[in-house]
């Protein structure tokens, strides 16, 4: 186990270096001279000149991008923001809790949602609860997380005034954006977990549990839960990284100060090395959770821990 | 003594899937909403009662009404017929997006699985490094790369879902490279590019037909989040995401700015998630739960 563990975090280097390479090449054809936008449309051509010697964006593109993975893995250093100056890795981890806060809200609440009203629906099949379930579920996946959020903001903190619709400081801040980031993912989950238990409860150790004179109750979940969740499981994690992207929208209706939305500033205003190190910052931490979720499915199934040895 | 003819049902594999699919009345309905959502898209100048950007500053931020159906915005634009306009705009990313990812997704994937080996593993870490970025910054960073104009919107959009298209054709040819068929047509010389064109696409369009059916309405719906962000199609198109965001400062007073676009977004996404639920269903049977 502890050696796939190492082998998983080792595989992730190389996975690192190319999401690095191609974010650095993107932003690198980026339009727009970082050293222009650091000294002001007016700054004279000579002082433009030395600031790009200075920061050697006169360079190979080569040996510039070796030496962003040098200080990147070195020294922690993702450069410099071109507009406040301060360290793109600051930046980005005075930020990050408040995205971090939100994409776990948001899978709770999809969780906590999803999976029960999966089991219900998949235990009582083309039941009425099933039926609307389904219904609001595939509402839930078509519907727009941005405009979602809008209409939140219109009943609750409008017309209702119960919630308030912008900042994360308290609690009561937090359920609206979680809510309107976690409802896809919630009718998502639904999903995954009816089809997932319709298809292990027509296994024929079902059966038997059930020949056996077992409860129903013992049958669904001793029996059948335990395996159908593990596809469950999957997908919780690949929410977690879609939400952590979607964060995105979901921080810039709700004026959330999180990594999104330093993100979409950021492209805004051309600020180039916070975007590159925001998006690495996201993809480091989608690939440690999809990496978390492997290693938690060894807890769930037995039979995988032990191909891991 | 005469033979009925007309009782002889024609069959194949493609007549018994549109059969399948026409008892689903969820799928039909989805269907029905797609298609005239594109008779929409293609008569737009002729349904639509306003241009796109036609301004009537006398007329601003009306509610529905008779000559406004879905009311007006802040510059006094027919909702109604910018949301007829958008369905074009719409469409066409969706489509085309899906369309990029399939055949640069769907090239990978086929190459990778019919020639296995290196070139195999290879392509695969390239996937798992595009998969590693969550798509929705993926397409912001190709946008802001590139400029948010429609072409390149399409493109981001189209790159993020390259790795489900490769995944799903690699995952056929592997599945169908070493049987019989494939051997016969190798043994009467047939090349690899007619092999992987002619005999092992065809047999793997079932799981490509319900993702690229469900792509296009994660496309639409990643290209209409953009647009919220201010990072997509930029105005005075008409694009649904674009509309929302410029309704969102008027939430307070007009909320019918912001109403109608989401509805757009939503019953179009949803027709399309209803089909691609029926084709999946009447696609693959042994899937239907």
Redesign the interface.
């Known amino acids: 186990m502890h050696k796939y563990i190492l082998r998983r975090l080792l595989l992730l280097i190389?996975?690192?270096l190319?999401?690095s390479f191609?974010?650095f090449t993107?932003?690198y054809?980026?339009?727009g001279d970082p050293a222009r936008i650091m000294l002001g449309e007016s700054a004279p051509e000579a002082d433009v000149q030395k600031l790009r010697d200075d920061l050697g964006l006169n360079d190979p593109f080569f040996i510039q991008y070796g030496r962003y993975v040098k200080n990147a893995v070195v020294n922690q250093d993702m450069g410099r923001s071109y507009i406040t100056k301060r360290p793109v890795f600051d930046e980005i981890a005075a930020r990050f809790p408040n995205t971090l806060k939100l994409a776990s809200m948001g899978v709770l609440i999809a969780v906590v949602i999803g999976v029960p009203i999966g089991i219900i629906s998949a235990t009582r099949?083309y039941s009425l609860f099933d039926n609307i379930s389904m219904v609001v579920a595939?509402?839930g996946?078509?519907?727009?997380n941005?405009?979602q959020g809008?209409?939140l903001?219109?009943l609750f903190s409008?017309n209702l005034a119960w919630l308030p619709s912008s900042g994360f400081d308290t609690w009561k801040h937090m359920i609206l954006p979680a809510v309107t980031l976690g409802t896809s993912s919630a009718a998502i989950i639904t999903r995954m977990t009816?089809?997932s238990m319709?298809?292990v409860v027509r296994q024929d150790y079902i059966r038997t549990a059930r020949a056996k004179g077992q409860k129903e109750s013992v049958v669904i979940n001793q029996h059948a839960l335990k395996n159908a969740l593990i596809p469950v499981i999957t997908v919780i994690g690949l929410q977690f990284?879609?939400l952590?992207?979607?964060a995105?929208?979901t921080e810039?209706?709700f004026g959330i100060s999180g990594v999104g939305r330093l993100?979409?500033d950021s492209?805004?205003s051309r600020d180039?090395l916070v975007?590159q190190g925001?998006?690495l910052f996201?993809?480091v931490t989608?690939?440690i959770v999809n990496l978390g979720v492997d290693i938690l499915y060894s807890f769930v199934d037995p039979r995988i821990k032990s191909q891991y040895k | 003594m005469s033979i009925d003819v007309k009782k002889r049902k024609k069959t194949g594999p493609w007549r018994e899937v549109w059969r399948r699919l026409k008892q689903n009345k969820s799928a039909i309905f989805g269907l029905i909403v797609i298609l005239t959502l594109i008779v929409v898209a293609i008569f737009a100048d002729q349904i639509a009662p306003y241009g796109y950007d036609d301004q009537n500053l006398r007329a601003r931020f009306q509610t529905p009404n008779g000559d406004h159906w879905f009311g007006t915005d802040n510059f006094g634009r027919d909702i109604f017929s910018r949301i007829i306009y958008g369905a074009q705009i719409s469409l066409k990313v969706g489509l085309l997006a899906v369309g990029i990812a399939l055949i640069v997704g769907g090239t990978m994937g086929a190459i990778a699985g019919f020639y296995g080996g290196r070139l195999d593993n290879g392509i695969m870490r390239f996937i798992d490094i595009l998969l590693a970025i969550p798509s929705i910054l993926l397409a912001i960073s190709i946008v802001a790369a590139l400029g948010p104009e429609l072409r390149n919107v399409m493109i981001a959009v189209g790159v993020g879902s390259i790795p489900s298209y490769a995944r799903i054709v690699r995952a056929s040819v592997l599945s169908l490279r070493d049987q019989e068929f494939i051997e016969a047509a190798r043994a009467v010389g047939a090349s690899d590019t007619r092999l992987i064109l002619k005999h092992i696409i065809p047999n793997s369009l079932a799981p490509l037909i319900v993702q690229s059916t469900i792509g296009v309405a994660g496309a639409i719906l990643a290209a209409a989040g953009l647009g919220f962000i201010g990072l997509g199609i930029q105005p005075p198109l008409a694009e649904w995401g674009a509309m929302l965001n410029s309704g969102r400062q008027y939430i307070r007073d007009y909320p019918h700015m912001t109403a109608f676009p989401g509805l757009a977004i939503m019953v179009t996404i949803f027709a399309l998630n209803l089909l691609g639920d029926g084709l999946r269903d009447a696609l693959d049977p042994r899937l239907k739960n």
């Not at chain 1, 996946?141 to 727009?144: C, G, I, L, R």
């Open positions: 190389p996975v690192m190319g999401v191609i974010v993107m932003m054809f980026t339009p099949q595939l509402i996946v078509s519907m727009p941005f405009w809008l209409l903001i219109i409008i009816r089809s319709l298809e990284g879609y952590l992207g979607g995105v929208l810039s209706i993100m979409v492209i805004k180039m975007v925001g998006v996201i993809a989608f690939s």
